[in-house]
């Protein structure tokens, strides 16, 4: 007997921290009514999530997953980057067309290319 996988709970949110190796906090903002006054009130929460390529940059709109446990904080992994942020429009754009790991490759190619040019 195979067991059906429930969906995972997916959210939208904006970048707000890469500091970490692979991982990135996502703010996440929701709208809720209040109960008594029905005014929508505007709630925020943090999420930890897993950038195993980390190719989001702060700014960006991203689509994160629920997973396993991966830390003490963190339970979600990148899904994709929905929008780049104005400043890394060019970049962002470079990584979905040619894939993460051939822009990935690259930049570190450069990275070795002016340490070998800063060392003449």
Same mark, same amino acid.
Request: glycine share 8%; aromatic share 4%; with cysteine.
């Given at each position: +007997?195979?067991?059906?996988? /429930? ?12 500091? +970490? ?19 929508? +009130? ?8 897993? =950038? !195993? ?6 700014? =960006? ?21 929905? /929008? ?27 990275? !070795? /290319?002016?340490? !070998?040019?800063?060392?003449?």
């Amino acid at each position: +007997m195979t067991q059906v996988r /429930q969906s995972r709970r997916s959210v939208v949110g904006t970048v707000i921290g890469t500091k +970490m190796n692979k991982t990135i906090v996502v703010r996440v903002e929701t709208l809720q009514k209040h109960a008594k006054y029905g005014k929508y +009130m505007r709630h925020r929460k943090k999420y930890y999530a897993h =950038d !195993e390529n980390e190719t989001a940059g702060i700014g =960006d709109q991203v689509s994160i997953v629920s997973c396993r446990p991966l830390s003490k904080l963190k339970r979600w992994r990148l899904e994709t980057i929905v /929008q780049a942020a104005p400043e890394r429009g060019a970049d962002v754009a470079a990584i979905a067309a040619a894939g993460a790991e051939d822009v990935l490759a690259s930049k570190k190619q450069k990275k !070795e /290319q002016l340490a !070998e040019g800063g060392a003449s």
